[in-house]
């Protein structure tokens, strides 16, 4: 069914209109069509465009549909060209002629550009209720394991240890970053163009103010073309959904080398792992690699918003249409990846014996070596070299730092003295990197604090 009908001497081929349509994707935005079509209904009866009692009708009938989805009575129509049509249609069917008023001072253009706003201002807090879940779980294990030593590296060659709760709150400070650029988004979408109509505005004296009070809008739009033609929040969404897979996606990375043999750092939860079909000792963590791989479409998405945006000129074109397979897949991807990634981190075993096994090989406490020169009169670039030796004989003699004699030591520099074991050993290491931000244990307790609700 089309609503353009008019002008048209023939019917649609159907594999036009199969082209056209847009309802087997724009059909989940039915409640923010109806939401948006009571407010305009309202405001045109305020405003006496149409009869107080022709909006209420109008509203009675919008209320029934919605319900009437709702319980799976009425079925959407694939047919129809898109969601706003078929709403439109069937209210007419429902009520008769009033219902031919509704889109009194309306276009499609201003409509789509509204549902789209308000169902996505809906998923886009979602996701940050889904995103502070997720921080709550990496607090809590970050506290859980704010002693627990770890290397930390770069290169992914071990660099100076760490402790593994101070490796999980970097995550949460990128995913504190997430939410913030979310809600940033979200000041910026939340700026109503109902009222732009086809391009151009209107003749009728409609009050933009009554529809934006009722959906829920800090502002309106200052100016009709940008109003219908305006995608930047598609693209600023899928933007920062895309910045929200790169965290998930290094964190999974991580992940999945942490549960390898080769680390053994963590253990998956069998529930949030799979087997092979061939190779019988195999455990995968295939949801870690899910997301890992799914970033992918996300940028994807992102990509294909821009480029169809880039060459429109104003105002609507048809071109705007391909904006919701792009950003709703965005949207749904981020859902289920954080749906299925903060239960398998909360229920992953750490296994702290073999982080310390780690820790203690690689010369990871060499810096601390020759921070204790240092600390003990020796320019810092002479420790630096001295340490460089000592590392170098370690190497020879097939030891490490913690055992190398103290007659080694006092070999390459005369400063050394026994006190320098207490000064490598991990523990002392971490404990000791107390300036803010660092790993020392107390400050991963005092960050997981500041973040964990209670
Ligand atoms: N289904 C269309 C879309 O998603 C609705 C707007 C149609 N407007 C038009 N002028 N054909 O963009």
Known sequence: MQLWKGRFKKELS????????????????????????????TMLGECGIIGKNEAEHIIEGLRGILSDIESGALKIDMEAEDIHTFVE??????????????????????????????YLRKQLKGIQSQLEELVQVIARKAEEYSETVMPGYTH???????TFGHHLLAYAEMLLRDISRLEDCYKRMNEMPLGSCALAGTTYPIDRTITQKLLGFDRITNNSLDGVSDRDYCIELAACLSIIMVHLSRFSEEIIMWCSWEFKFIELDDAFSTGSSIMPQKKNPDIAELVRGKSGRVFGDTMALLT????????????????KEAIFDAVDTVKMCLTAFTPMLDTMRVIPENMRKAAAGGFINATDVADWLTKNGVPFRDAYKATG????????????????????????????????????????????RKAFGGPAPENVRAQAEKLIRN
């Open 14 to 41: 159907k594999t036009t209109n199969d082209f056209n349509s847009s309802i087997p994707f724009d059909s989940r935005m039915y409640r923010e069509d109806i939401e948006g079509s009571i407010a305009h209904a």
């Open 89 to 118: 249609g069937e209210l007419t069917k429902r009520i008769g002629d009033d219902g031919k008023r509704l889109h009194t001072s309306r276009s499609r253009n201003d409509q789509v550009a509204l549902d789209n706003k308000l």
């Open 389 to 432: 030796e000592l590392v170098a004989r370690c190497i020879e003699l097939g030891t490490d730092l913690e055992s190398l004699p103290i007659e080694e030591y006092k070999k390459v520099c005369d400063v050394f003295n026994e006190d320098v074991y207490k000064a490598i050993s991990l523990e002392y290491c971490v404990s000791q």
């Open 156 to 162: 992914l060659q071990r660099a100076q240890p760490i």
């Open 308 to 323: 169809a945006m880039k060459g429109i000129a104003l105002a609507y074109n048809k071109d705007m249409q391909e904006d």
